[in-house]
């Protein structure tokens, strides 16, 4: 049983560009979180995601993020005309249906993105 | 909101125990997980605790107390291996879900 996926495991842009990282949950798993974390520092919830729904985008800048789990294929996390700032280690979680919100949440390896 | 509190750093030695305390104060609770993360790598999850008390798995244990806010991860023959943050977090009502707050997680140090 696969765990979760996520690519690219490392991602380089020039300022400006578009950074556009995918995140494929556990089998069975409708439900998708994204984290951001900086060197040294803790987990930092940026939206949770159903098929189809964003449940939760409180943790999201309103301005270049975007996120979406359509019905078929990955979640991608999108950062438009990224900045130094952005540079950061990008974590997806997944966790089963059923109550509220899922349960444990496991962790894809993460998506290293380093803006030039 | 929710308000998560851990050490930041501890340093332990091989062989020894360790104590990572945790304290929470959050509208509502409906359980607390605790992670370990590697430098470099995704947090993989170690316990989880939804009623008061103790348990054990393996070289690892977690208490809850709910009336205190209060939990601590106990590790136990440390190795060198184990030198790794670890997180805590709760899972509380928000936002008409049960979303899941991550502390900034305690950094451990196993020195020889």
């Known amino acids: 049983n696969a765990g979760v996926m996520q690519n690219p495991r490392h991602l380089v842009r020039r300022r400006g560009q578009e950074a556009r990282l995918r995140c494929s949950p556990m089998?069975?798993?409708?439900?998708v979180y994204w984290y951001r974390q900086l060197p040294e520092e803790g987990l930092k919830f940026m939206v949770y995601?159903?098929?189809?729904?964003?449940?939760?985008e409180s943790g999201m800048p309103k301005e270049r993020f975007s996120a979406e789990f359509p019905k078929e294929g990955p979640s991608i996390l999108r950062i438009q005309q990224v900045v130094r700032g952005d540079s950061a280690a990008y974590f997806c979680?997944?966790?089963?249906?059923?109550?509220?919100?899922?349960?444990?949440?496991?962790f894809g390896p993460g998506t290293r993105l380093l803006v030039l | 909101g929710q308000n998560i509190d851990q050490p930041t750093e501890m340093t332990a030695t091989e062989g020894a125990i360790v104590q990572i305390n945790c304290t929470y104060q959050?509208?509502?609770?409906?359980?607390l997980f605790w992670y370990q993360q590697h430098a470099g790598e995704a947090p993989t999850f170690l316990s989880y605790?939804?009623?008061?008390g103790l348990e054990e798995k393996g070289r690892f244990s977690s208490f809850l107390s709910r009336s205190k806010g209060y939990s601590y991860l106990l590790l136990k023959e440390l190795q060198m291996k184990d030198s790794a943050s670890y997180l805590c977090?709760?899972?509380?009502?928000?936002?008409?879900?049960?979303?899941?707050?991550f502390g900034t997680g305690t950094k451990l140090q196993v020195i020889p």
């Open positions: 977090a709760v899972r509380a009502p928000s936002g008409g879900y049960q979303k899941v707050t």
């Open positions: 995601l159903q098929k189809e729904n964003i449940i939760d």
């Open positions: 089998k069975g798993h409708s439900h």
């Open positions: 605790n939804v009623l008061d």
């Open positions: 959050t509208s509502g609770f409906n359980g």
């Open positions: 979680a997944s966790s089963p249906g059923g109550t509220s919100g899922g349960k444990t949440q496991y």
